[in-house]
Nanobody, 116 residues
Framework: QVQLVESGGGLVQAGGSLRLSCAAS????????MNWYRQAPGKTRELVAG???????NYADSVKGRFAISRDNAKNTVTLQMNSLKPEDTAVYYC??????????WGQGTQVTVSS
């Protein structure tokens, strides 16, 4: 079992920055690929960024060069640094843990709102 708790969302003006954190409990964190997803109103949930157990990262094209994902296996945390935010980044952001490519755990989500 993995429990995930996100923090760091809020309201920011376009061009600003936010840092999202996800704290994981349980013994499986170091075995999990960690991801950040987001879901905007009326849209499907989309993958924003991911980081494997080995530290390999991937990003959605829409956030490349602006967002950075990192993980600290000693602290069981994953972080999403979001810079140069745009109104279209407004969404609920979810932390996800993927284990053995088949078992998913989700956090409760944190709202990010970017005003123009």
């Amino acid at each position: 079992q993995v429990q995930l708790v996100e923090s760091g969302g809020g309201l920011v003006q376009a061009g600003g920055s936010l840092r999202l954190s996800c704290a994981a409990s349980g013994s499986l964190f170091s075995s999990a690929t960690m991801n950040w997803y987001r879901q905007a109103p009326g849209k499907t949930r989309e993958l924003v960024a991911g980081i494997t157990t080995g530290g390999t990262t991937n990003y959605a094209d829409s956030v490349k060069g602006r967002f950075a994902i990192s993980r600290d296996n000693a602290k069981n945390t994953v972080t999403l640094q979001m810079n140069s935010l745009k109104p279209e980044d407004t969404a609920v952001y979810y932390c996800n843990a993927l284990i053995l490519d088949s078992v998913n755990y989700w956090g409760q989500g944190t709202q990010v709102t970017v005003s123009s």
